[in-house]
């Protein structure tokens, strides 16, 4: 089976002193490709990095939307961001590396860790400004939007009328009418290993198409097993579980999630 982790942080403290462990661990799950995502300007220069050192890794380069606003204040395992960040100066550098970047990502809007009515206006002005650059590359992009899929679903509709570019939903939390809404669109969803555990994402395949689904990881976050950090290989029990929950084979999932994959991805590269 060709399997594809399309959203996941390798360039993460947990993974600093066994990253060749985990992407040998991978390999032999079937893993072929692994997007890592950049959330600011120094972690996008170390997944560029990473996509250099090892063929498996592609560079999916971002701009998340806590640290767009200079409020990465938090100790999570990756570059902290504590200033705004020069969005044109960012743009520039995707440009100059554009043959090198596989998507733009992660990207959105965040009201978890900010309040709507303080934020809200210059997430989704800074939001409309990557999806207006990401057309411009022509590139996918993998989407961020905790507590914010309503708003971020607006927006795609309206900056991408004719689907222009790919979306990928990473992680989507919204409402099954959202879901519903999404998937009519044409948007992507990808699916974390954590779905052995949480309903929201069965329910989630269950909706949408299998031609509209996708695997991940977010490494080192949403593990499948209590207590132990996610990696890339386990993408291998999310297409389990999907299998389960479509009544198809493992192979047969494996093989359509990966055709999607080359599809939204492969094909703009």
């Given at each position: 089976m060709n399997l594809v982790d399309v959203h996941c942080h390798l360039n993460h403290a947990l993974f600093k002193d066994d990253l060749p462990e985990v992407l040998k661990r991978?390999?032999?799950?079937?893993?072929?490709?692994?997007?890592?995502?950049?959330?600011?300007p120094p972690a996008n220069r170390e997944v560029l990095q990473l996509a250099k050192n090892y063929p498996i890794i592609k560079a999916s380069l971002g701009i998340y939307p806590i640290d767009a606003l200079g409020l990465s204040e938090?100790?999570?395992?990756?570059?902290?961001?504590?200033e705004k960040i020069n969005l044109d100066g960012e743009f520039a550098f995707f440009q100059q590396?554009?043959?090198?970047?596989?998507?733009?990502?992660?990207?959105?809007?965040?009201?978890?860790?900010?309040?709507?009515?303080?934020?809200?206006?210059q997430q989704a002005e800074n939001f409309r400004k990557i999806i207006r650059f990401a057309?411009?590359?022509?590139?996918?992009?993998?989407?961020?939007?905790?507590?914010?899929?309503?708003?971020?679903?607006?927006?795609?509709?309206?900056?991408?009328?004719?689907?222009?570019?790919?979306?990928?939903?990473?992680?989507?939390?919204?409402?099954?009418?959202?879901?519903?809404?999404?998937a009519a669109k044409g948007f992507y969803?990808?699916?974390?290993?954590?779905?052995?555990?949480?309903?929201?994402?069965?329910?989630?395949?269950?909706?949408?198409?299998?031609?509209?689904?996708?695997?991940?990881?977010d490494a080192p976050w949403l593990s499948p097993f209590p207590g132990q950090k996610n990696e890339p290989?386990?993408?291998?029990?999310?297409?389990?579980?999907?299998?389960?929950?479509?009544?198809?084979?493992e192979e047969k999932v494996a093989e359509q999630i990966w055709e999607?994959?080359?599809?939204?991805?492969?094909?703009?590269?």
């Open positions: 991978a390999e032999k799950a079937g893993v072929k490709a692994i997007l890592t995502s950049g959330v600011n938090r100790e999570t395992g990756l570059p902290r961001q504590t590396h554009q043959k090198e970047i596989t998507a733009i990502g992660e990207v959105g809007m965040d009201f978890h860790w900010t309040k709507k009515e303080e934020t809200g206006e057309k411009t590359l022509k590139k996918p992009i993998v989407i961020h939007s905790r507590k914010a899929e309503l708003e971020c679903i607006d927006i795609l509709e309206e900056e991408l009328p004719n689907n222009e570019i790919p979306v990928d939903l990473h992680c989507f939390g919204g409402s099954k009418k959202l879901v519903i809404r999404a969803f990808s699916i974390p290993p954590n779905i052995l555990r949480l309903e929201h994402f069965q329910m989630l395949v269950q909706l949408v198409d299998l031609k509209q689904l996708l695997t991940e990881t290989a386990f993408v291998l029990e999310t297409v389990k579980k999907i299998a389960q929950i479509k009544g198809l084979s999607n994959y080359e599809r939204v991805f492969l094909s703009r590269s």
